[in-house]
Nanobody, 122 residues
Framework: QVQLAESGGGWVQAGGSLRLSCLAS????????MGWHRQAPGKQRELVALISSSGSTNYADSVKGRFTISRDNAKNTVYLQMNSLKPEDTAVYYC????????????????WGQGTQVTVSS
């Protein structure tokens, strides 16, 4: 089993910054893609940013130029630097990871964290 633990959420005024972190632990042989999603009240969960094991990134149009995803493969950790935050960025942010487990031998896994609340006030 692979566990993901997010941290770094909180309250910030519009225009401010926050940095989210997500540590993956447990039955991990290799992590391929890691990412951040978010879900605002009454809305579906949406992709925010993805990063591959080689460092290739993809962003939702709504966050391009403001958010930066990065990862530390040695620490199995993914980060999301959020700048110029807007009230519409308010949501619960979830990290996810997919890759291969140690046991069963090289079985695929896809795991989600419990989420961290980000609130941006106007």
């Amino acid at each position: 089993q692979v566990q993901l633990a997010e941290s770094g959420g909180g309250w910030v005024q519009a225009g401010g910054s926050l940095r989210l972190s997500c540590l993956a632990s447990g039955n991990i042989f290799r992590i391929n893609d890691m990412g951040w999603h978010r879900q605002a009240p009454g809305k579906q969960r949406e992709l925010v940013a993805l990063i591959s094991s080689s460092g290739s990134t993809n962003y939702a149009d709504s966050v391009k130029g403001r958010f930066t995803i990065s990862r530390d493969n040695a620490k199995n950790t993914v980060y999301l630097q959020m700048n110029s935050l807007k009230p519409e960025d308010t949501a619960v942010y979830y990290c996810n990871a997919e890759g291969k487990s140690v046991v069963p031998y090289r079985a695929d896994f896809r795991s989600w964290g419990q989420g961290t609340q980000v609130t941006v006030s106007s």
